[in-house]
Each structure stands twice: as structure tokens, then as C-alpha cells.
């Protein structure tokens, strides 16, 4: 990086007008804080803070969760992925894209009618009440917080790049600034409000990569084997169009190419802030809708950006790529640059940093929820509360978490967005899945058993990233000058899933305490028929 100053001043100086940037992106967060206040007026209860009064659509529902799941990652990082590593890219698309299919015949309709608010609702349903939801409020924390320093370093490297930002100062302010405005959206307006900021989100980003994409076909004559040809000659690199790239150097980057795909598939169908999502619709049939049209919407989206990221290889190449102002995660732009000058430019970053914000505003919204609803309310409280003072202990909670997120994603700038992501899938991979699988569908699963695979799954994944090459030991780490990494792979995965599953096993059948056979029966029946949900649901 240090090698191009030429080409990083020129990068910084040349990407569109600082003034249009910033007057589109003000346009779009006054037309939002609108939206979001206008939510506000009618969010009175707890069910209303939460779930949003559980009064979406499955459609409606189905566009908020692609709002929710297209994240900075999908949109910046792959697109930049697949503009320096080719075909390797695009892996990260299929595994977002294939990881639905687990949540939707897997998950989503069970949770649905099982649940309340949080996950730890259908966790504990059977099991323990306050070990468990401890457990799983903590778990939900740390993947809302890895995915959080995502979406921050994201943010920072968009501005910064539509800025003419370089200096470090300068983006953490960008962070600080992207942190303060989703607390705001978060306080105010509830899951209403970030539910509507996400379904204008997702429409304007597919819309967004929509017309790029054919944008760009239109320029190789709708042939795709010439834009490929062109980002080979661009690249300089034959290699972009072939498996292995980025994985298949060594038998470590192999196994750790495993080790990401079992994380990105398996994470989805355990990630809070995703599952949060199916309890805003009024019933289990509309939870299911919403999913398939989740699953259309993100389909569709993946493609284009097989089309961007080579786009993007073939129009500027992999050096401006990686010398611009937020190296890989500044593609997209460049590329939108590329295509429609500062105009173009200026709505799909604005559209990038609406994603970024209504991304933040999901997860804060859950690790709140998670936090007021299961530590406080159920445990602390131990149930002598009121929903007032919940959703007042909720808005407190959403402050607490925002300064933490902006601190982390001062931290983690410069790394690649759908690299960080892919951590908080290993995360929700191994602390969330094997706990809540074995819920829905192993009699034999005891209390033991969920603690030990919670705390197991989180600690051992928590562990291996932090003495993995992704914080110290080479020149990309988060800490360059340190190395005490052992573990040789960058994604935990590979041991950290397959060791909460174990440990859920061995904990139950260690476990000589059996739990309550009646509750076991409830929740069966509940979670298949859907019958008694709806009068939880409303207590």
C-alpha cells in the first residue's frame, strides 16, 4: 500500500464530489428519521419495540430480512472479493446464499411458533429458565458485536473513500458518526422503524445493483464470457476465472476455505438478529413466506454481484482496488465512478451507507432485546417487571452497545468486510445452532447439555480467532507489530461447530437429571402445529 502513493492520492482526490456525496446521504437520512418517527407514534408495547407489533406481511417481512441479511459485507466486501480473487469471490455469495435453505426448512417456521421475542425464548422453553437464557443472551451479544465491527470498519472505509478521507483519525470520526445516528434511529423508532428503514434499504440497494448490473453487461454486448476475458486482460491474471486463488495455495488455506463454508452455511440459520426477524409476522404460514421471499430477493442480489465484482476487475483492476482509500471494500464505488461519474456514485454509496445503518440498527435492536428481555427481565428481575420499564432498560442498553460497536470498528478498520462477517457466522455457528437444532428435535437434550455447548461453541470460537493469524502475525492482521498466533486457520469453524454439537451431546447424555417430560411434549406439538403460540404470544 505504501508503495502507490500516486495512485492513493489520485484515488482519494478523483472519486466524486465530496458535496454530492454528503447532500445525498443527508437526503437519505432525513427521508429515514421521518419514516422512523413516524413508527414511533404507534410503538407503545413491548410486542410493538421487539417484534413490531407483529403486524408485517410475510412479503413485507421477507423484503426486511434481505434489508437485514444484504449487509455492507454482501454489497462492498464481495464485490471486492471477487474483483481480486475471481472465482474464490464468489464462494462467499454462494455460502450467504445456500445457508437460507437451512434456515428455512430447518428453522424459521419452528422458531416462529415457538417464541416470543429472542431466541433464548425457544431455548428455554423446555430447559432451565436462568441458566439458559443467560447463556444465550451472552452468545447473542458477542456475534451482534463481531457483526457490528463489520458494518462500522464498512462504514468507515465508504466514507472515507467518497470523502477523499486517509487518515485514521479521519475515519474513526466517520465510525463515531455512523454509530451516534443508528442509536438515534434504534431509540426512537424500535424494531417499526428499522424494519421500514430496511425494506426501503433492500429495494433501493437490489435496485441500486440492478441497473449497475446491467449497466455493465450492456458494455460487453450482454456476453458474459467477454467481461470475463476482460478481467482476465485488466488483472493480468488467468487465475480469476479458475477455483483456488485464495484457497487453494496450501493445504492451510484449503482447510480454511472448509472452515468458511461450513461458517456461512451453518451460521444464518443462527444468527440472532435474522431469527429476531420471523417473530415480527402474525403467524408461522407468514414466517415461512417470508423466508422464500427473502431467499428471491438475496438470490437474485448474489448474481448481480458475480457481475459487479468482475465488472469492477475488468473497468479498474485489481491495483486501483487495492490503492484506493478503503482497499478492497471500495470496488463497488470505483466501479459506480466508473460507469455514471460522481452522480451514480453518490447514490450507491448513499444506498451502501443506508445499508450499513439499517444493518446496525437490526442488530442493536437485538442485542438490547436480548439483554433487557432475557437477563434482565427473566433473570434479574426475575419477572417482577413491567414491559415499560423492559423496553426502558431496552433504550438504555441500545447506547451501552452503540459506543461499544463504534470503539470495535475503530479497531477492525481496514479489514475486509465479508472476511469479519464470516467471523460472526463462525460465532453464531458454533454458540447458536447446535443449541437451538437440538431444542426443536432431540428429546434427550438437557439443560447440561445447552450450557456446556453454548459456553463451549462461544468460547472455543472466541478463542481461535483471537490467537489466529486474523489479529496478530502477519502484515494484514488487526495487530501487525504482535504474533501469538497458533492456530493456523483465519475461520474457526472447522474445530468450533463440530465441537458445540459434541459438546451438546456429551453434556445431555453426562446429564442424570432429566427435564420435564410435559413441557418436552408442549413444545413438540407447539413448534410443528403452531397450536398455543398465539396466546404466549399476546401474554
Not at 480473487?85 to 450467504?96: P, R
Not at 417456521?109 to 423446555?126: C, H, I, P, Q, W
Request: hydrophobic share 55%; proline share 3%.
Amino acid at each position: 500500500m505504501n508503495s502507490l502513493p500516486v495512485l492513493t492520492t489520485a484515488a482519494s482526490t478523483n472519486v466524486g464530489e465530496p458535496w454530492l456525496n454528503i447532500s445525498i446521504f443527508g437526503l437519505f437520512v432525513a427521508i429515514t428519521l421521518v419514516i422512523v418517527l413516524r413508527a414511533s407514534k404507534n410503538t407503545k408495547t413491548a410486542a410493538d419495540y421487539y417484534a413490531g407489533g407483529r403486524s408485517f406481511s410475510g412479503t413485507q417481512n421477507g423484503t426486511a430480512i434481505a434489508g437485514d441479511y444484504l449487509s455492507a459485507a454482501s454489497f462492498l466486501g464481495i464485490v471486492g472479493a471477487i474483483a481480486i480473487n475471481g472465482y474464490d469471490g464468489f464462494l462467499y455469495s454462494i455460502g450467504f446464499l445456500v445457508a437460507w435453505l437451512v434456515a428455512l426448512l430447518l428453522v424459521a417456521e419452528l422458531l416462529r411458533n415457538t417464541g416470543k421475542y429472542t431466541m433464548a425464548d425457544v431455548l428455554s422453553f423446555r430447559l432451565r429458565q436462568r441458566p439458559v437464557r443467560i447463556a444465550a443472551a451472552l452468545a447473542t451479544l458477542m456475534v451482534c458485536l463481531f457483526y457490528l465491527l463489520a458494518q462500522m470498519a464498512g462504514a468507515g472505509a465508504l466514507v472515507s473513500l467518497l470523502l477523499g478521507i486517509d487518515s485514521r483519525l479521519g475515519q474513526s470520526v466517520v465510525i463515531a458518526v455512523v454509530g451516534a445516528l443508528m442509536i438515534v434511529y434504534v431509540l426512537i423508532g424500535g424494531m417499526k422503524g428499522t424494519t421500514w428503514v430496511q425494506i426501503i434499504k433492500a429495494c433501493l440497494l437490489i435496485a441500486g445493483a440492478f441497473v449497475m448490473t446491467i449497466w455493465v453487461l450492456a458494455m460487453y454486448g450482454f456476453n458474459l464470457s467477454e467481461l470475463l476475458g476482460a478481467a482476465v486482460e485488466t488483472g493480468g491474471n488467468e487465475a480469476l476465472l479458475n477455483p483456488g486463488l485464495q484457497y487453494g495455495i496450501s493445504e492451510v488455506t484449503k482447510l480454511d476455505f472448509l472452515s468458511l463454508g461450513l461458517a456461512l452455511v451453518l451460521g444464518t440459520a443462527g444468527l440472532p438478529h435474522v431469527l429476531m426477524r420471523f417473530y415480527t409476522v402474525p403467524t408461522a404460514k407468514e414466517a415461512r413466506k417470508s423466508v422464500v421471499w427473502a431467499i428471491v430477493l438475496i438470490g437474485a442480489f448474489y448474481l448481480f454481484t458475480l457481475v459487479l465484482g468482475y465488472g469492477a476487475g475488468a473497468l479498474i483492476g485489481p491495483d486501483r482496488v487495492n490503492a484506493a482509500p478503503g482497499g478492497v471494500n471500495s470496488a463497488a464505488p470505483l466501479l459506480a465512478f466508473e460507469l455514471g461519474g460522481p452522480l451514480l456514485l453518490g447514490l450507491i454509496s448513499a444506498v451502501a451507507f443506508a445499508t450499513i445503518l439499517a444493518v446496525v440498527a437490526g442488530l442493536t435492536i437485538t442485542a438490547a432485546a436480548s439483554f433487557a428481555h432475557d437477563i434482565y427481565a427473566n433473570v434479574l428481575a426475575k419477572d417482577q417487571t413491567t414491559p415499560e420499564k423492559e423496553v426502558k432498560i431496552a433504550r438504555r442498553t441500545v447506547v451501552v452497545i452503540g459506543i461499544l460497536a463504534i470503539v470495535g470498528g475503530i479497531g477492525a478498520q481496514g479489514q475486509n468486510v465479508a472476511f469479519l462477517v464470516a467471523l460472526a457466522f463462525a460465532v453464531a455457528a458454533s454458540a447458536n445452532l447446535p443449541t437451538i437444532l437440538y431444542s426443536l428435535f432431540w428429546k434427550g437434550f438437557t439443560t447440561r447439555g445447552a450450557l456446556w455447548s453454548m459456553y463451549g461453541g462461544l468460547a472455543a470460537a472466541i478463542i481461535l480467532i483471537a490467537f489466529s493469524p486474523v489479529v496478530s502475525g502477519s502484515e494484514t492482521s488487526m495487530i501487525p507489530t504482535a504474533d501469538f498466533a497458533w492456530f493456523p486457520l483465519k475461520n474457526p469453524g472447522l474445530i468450533s461447530i463440530p465441537l458445540a454439537f459434541f459438546l451438546g451431546w456429551l453434556g445431555s447424555t453426562l446429564d442424570r437429571r432429566t427435564e420435564d417430560p410435559v413441557k418436552q411434549a408442549e413444545m413438540e406439538v407447539r413448534s410443528l402445529t403452531g397450536v398455543g403460540a398465539e396466546k404466549a404470544v399476546d401474554h
